[in-house]
């Protein structure tokens, strides 16, 4: 069994899933760094597709809230429309943008990707937000995939 480190946490990793397009079960954290809260913000049963070295997998949440994210070696996109609308990009060690639609307007981002791994069945990162250079907070993603029935 293989092990990765994200910032003090270990998440276990099982052997190799065979199949590049299928169904997986899929779980989605974001957990909020400065106010120490965790949501779930996907768990379920979706299409899971591998092509070379992109992962892609889409998503309708609770609020009917559409997510798409591609996931990349370096980095990731994810675009959400409904009734959240936002498209961010994140790459290791780079500073990228992003846009959120709000009832004011749309907010500019600024994303400051700290940490990215990518491995078997775990997907994780670290990043900040910004907005006009202000910290608007500091965040964790996981995701973490499973074959169906395993």
């Known amino acids: 069994m293989k092990k990765i480190l994200v910032n003090e946490m ?4 099982i052997p ?3 199949g590049e397009d299928m169904k997986k079960l899929i779980e989605i954290r974001m957990h909020n760094l400065q106010e120490e809260q965790s949501d779930i913000l996907y768990h379920g049963v979706l299409d899971y597709v591998q092509k070379d070295t992109k992962i892609k997998v889409a998503y309708d949440d609770k609020q009917g809230v559409h997510t798409e994210i ?3 070696k370096k ?12 498209d961010m990009s994140f790459m290791l060690n780079h500073r990228t943008t992003g846009t959120m639609e709000t009832p004011y307007g749309t907010l500019s981002l600024d994303i400051e990707t700290k940490k990215y791994l990518v491995s078997e069945h775990t997907i994780a990162m670290e990043y900040e937000l910004y907005s006009a250079q202000a910290n608007c907070g500091a965040f964790r993603f996981i995701m973490k995939i499973r074959r169906v029935g395993a």
């Open 10 to 13: 270990i998440y276990a990793i």
């Open 70 to 72: 591609n996931f990349y």
């Open 75 to 86: 980095g990731m996109r994810i675009v959400r429309s409904g009734s959240v609308e936002s």
């Open 16 to 18: 190799s899933i065979s």
